[in-house]
């Protein structure tokens, strides 16, 4: 199988405040993990490339300071929105690539409601 | 830029109706292209993908798509619904080499009645 979990499932916080998100593949490793936002009745949206061991890589418009992106681990990626304001209230969801054979097939996660108040 | 239109929104269908959800895609080069599934509440699962080779791909649950080159398109079909197909249905593409970025459409949402 291919199994990635995110955490928290939910999470409410204050504006101002800085929240983390973990990302994990449960049964495989993953050199490159994604990370998506999902606004209601709209599709997914690409923040950023997460890469084991090395930088993330932006897409235009992200705001690399406000969402900080870490793989340290080949099973790990966690996104921590800083400074959250309710205009980050989102759903936010992770994928995972399972190794080079399989490199064109991402397993998402089940996502991560964020609600800033 | 890629981009991917999905031109269903919303469609409701009754059970056993046919179903077509069009998928078309913007961008020259060779493309790998998607079919994703989101039941209500459930996380984004593959259905279908086409890499190359045959045009006609089938996938889970009876669904099957086709990729016509020449029109940029890549259409999801499944012969009869099922209420449990009730769901959001994205289409995604991503550039062969673009380092598996992915690029989604919009979605439709996909409500079968009994």
């Known amino acids: 199988g291919a199994v990635v979990s995110q955490h928290p499932s939910r999470v409410i916080c204050k504006s101002g405040t800085s929240v983390k998100i973990e990302c994990r593949s449960l049964d495989f490793q993953a050199t490159t993990m994604f990370w998506y936002r999902q606004f209601p009745k709209k599709s997914l949206m690409l923040m950023a490339t997460?890469?084991?061991?090395?930088?993330?890589?932006?897409e235009q418009g992200v705001e690399k300071d406000k969402f900080l992106i870490n793989h340290a681990s080949l099973t790990l990626s966690t996104l921590t929105v800083t400074s959250a304001h309710p205009e980050d209230s989102s759903f936010y969801i992770c994928?995972?690539?399972?190794?080079?054979?399989?490199?064109?097939?991402?397993?998402f996660g089940p996502g991560t409601r964020l609600t800033v108040t | 830029a890629q981009s991917v239109s999905q031109h269903n929104h919303h469609v409701i269908l009754s059970e056993a109706a046919s179903l077509e959800l069009g998928c078309n895609y913007s961008y020259g080069g060779t493309v790998n292209l998607f079919w994703y599934v989101q039941y209500p509440g459930q996380h984004l699962q593959l259905l279908l993908k086409y890499f190359s080779g045959d045009p006609l791909v089938k996938g889970i649950k009876g669904f099957e798509a086709e990729f016509i080159k020449s029109k940029f398109s890549f259409n999801l079909r499944k012969p009869s619904v099922q209420w449990s197909d009730t769901a959001e249905y994205f289409c995604?593409?991503?550039?062969?080499?673009?380092?598996?970025?992915?690029?989604f459409g919009a979605g439709t949402r996909l409500a079968v009645h009994p």
């Open positions: 995604a593409v991503n550039a062969s080499g673009g380092y598996n970025k992915l690029i």
């Open positions: 997460s890469n084991e061991g090395s930088k993330a890589t932006y």
């Open positions: 994928s995972a690539v399972k190794g080079q054979f399989d490199s064109y097939e991402q397993y």
